[in-house]
């Protein structure tokens, strides 16, 4: 599409807004920038907004005219599809895009695109460490915390982005066509925006609507949703597997990860040869050697990076040892999947911190994988109650509610023993108590930094 002088409406002054504007204005269109929450100030939202860029902002709600002149819209991803006031533009017959949509447009170079409910952002940051090493020009963007579309108009044909992508960005796709995808698995999330599993795996599907067989999409065969899904894969498949041998993919056997040919393997690495803890880190792992295979980086040089590769900011974190216990942040932990992979990874009696924003989880399948590690279950936040009601039905006795979260530390501090580990999983989203998991997570490391080494 041709922006040049088109009326475009950004819907959200988030960063993925701010981001739309920019690009939308050096791609020569109009843009209008638009927020119905009616506790923003205007001109405070124009201070985002870098010297130079123009745009109009309207704070609350969009009078009629301005509306009706609207040539595309622009949603930022916590913007729901199927509000009555995006149906009116779609009615109307005006495109709906996204950020990745819009990027993706004004965007040069090859594309790499990863998703999944759990383990999209160590994935992605791996998956650009290796690309990095190989490619002189590297972008990592999307809803890892970089808006795309700040790095779309300064790309070029050489440029590789590696973006990382959720449900809510996938929903408003259109043309978007990477060379190499990955949907890592599909899991309960993120049902209070789209109220079915089959809208949001539909969701997930969307990274690789507008790929055929000439380009690659990495599945998890150990996922129900995704083993079905290769089934009618657009893109030639390309699979890995944490349980078992396969005769075509990437797979762990014991502690080694091996490469099938046509049913013929080579040992790749062994996974104590890496930094990263937990079998969903292997996973990861695996997905970002498929994913950095298919693009032809030789295997030397992806084992390289991934030996060295530092575990991800707030997904099983070590953060210290106080008195004899490890502490252990995975803030990013917000649904019960991703939660699990953080218990799995712990090899010693655990103290755990859980609850949050309620978004519709259910949590027996959490609970049941504690296997017998968690002795004592803190749990703060809206689900508190529904999370401790569900514990019990388990068996587990030793819930404490707690009303803030420097109480649920105290707490931990409390009950942790020396060769203990407490860690931070919450299972929940962080909404609510806190504007998101990093600040979160940052506070529980804070938490954990200032501690005594004695009492």
Not at 48 to 68: F, H
Not at 318 to 340: E, L, M, Q, W
């Amino acid at each position: 599409m041709d922006l040049q002088g088109k009326k475009v409406l950004v819907v959200g002054s988030g960063l993925s807004g701010i981001g739309a504007v920019q690009a939308l204005h050096h791609a020569g269109a109009a843009p209008l920038l638009f927020d119905e929450n009616e506790k923003l100030n205007a001109e405070e939202v124009r201070r985002k907004l870098p010297s130079g860029i123009i745009a109009e902002v309207v704070i609350g709600t969009l009078p009629e005219e301005q509306n009706e002149s609207v040539e595309l819209v622009v949603l930022s991803p916590g913007v729901p599809t199927d509000t009555a006031f995006v149906e009116g533009f779609r009615k109307r017959g005006v495109k709906i895009w996204g950020e990745i949509e819009l990027a993706y447009e004004l965007g040069k170079g090859s594309v790499i695109a990863i998703t999944g409910t759990n383990g999209k952002t160590t994935t992605t940051s791996l998956v650009g460490a290796i690309m990095s090493a190989h490619c002189k020009d590297v972008d990592v963007v999307g809803n890892i915390g970089n808006p795309y579309t700040l790095t779309a108009l300064d790309s070029t044909e050489e440029t590789v982005t590696v973006a990382e992508i959720s449900s809510f960005q996938l929903e408003t796709i259109d043309r978007f066509k990477p060379q190499v995808s990955a949907i890592l698995n599909v899991t309960p999330d993120h049902l209070n925006r789209h109220h079915t599993m089959e809208n949001y795996a539909a969701a997930k599907e969307a990274v690789c609507r507008n790929q055929t067989k000439e380009e690659t999409c990495v599945l998890n065969y150990e996922n129900s949703y995704t083993r079905a899904f290769g089934e009618r894969c657009p893109a030639r498949v390309v699979w890995f597997s944490s349980q078992r041998k396969l005769e075509d993919g990437f797979y762990l056997e014991g502690d080694e990860i091996f490469h099938a040919d046509g049913g013929a393997a080579e040992r790749l690495m062994d996974i104590h040869d890496m930094r990263l803890v937990g079998v969903c880190n292997v996973e990861n792992v695996m997905a970002a050697m498929a994913v950095t295979t298919a693009c032809g980086v030789p295997m030397e040089k992806i084992l390289s990076v991934i030996r060295t590769f530092a575990p991800v900011e707030h997904r099983i974190e070590f953060v210290a040892t106080k008195r004899g216990v490890d502490y252990y942040n995975d803030s990013k932990g917000t649904n019960p999947d991703a939660a699990i992979q953080g218990i799995r990874a712990m090899d010693r009696p655990t103290v755990l911190i859980g609850g949050g924003y309620d978004k519709q989880s259910e949590y027996d399948e959490w609970i049941e994988a504690f296997d017998g590690k968690v002795k004592c279950l803190v749990l703060i936040g809206q689900t508190r109650e529904k999370i401790a009601a569900c514990a019990k039905s388990h068996g587990l006795s030793n819930v404490v509610l707690a009303d803030t979260f420097e109480e649920a530390f105290a707490v931990c501090v409390e009950k942790a023993e020396p060769g203990d580990a407490v860690l931070l999983s919450p299972a929940c989203a962080s909404w609510g108590m806190f504007p998101n998991y990093e600040v979160r997570g940052q506070m529980f490391k804070e938490m954990v930094n200032h501690m005594e080494e004695s009492c």
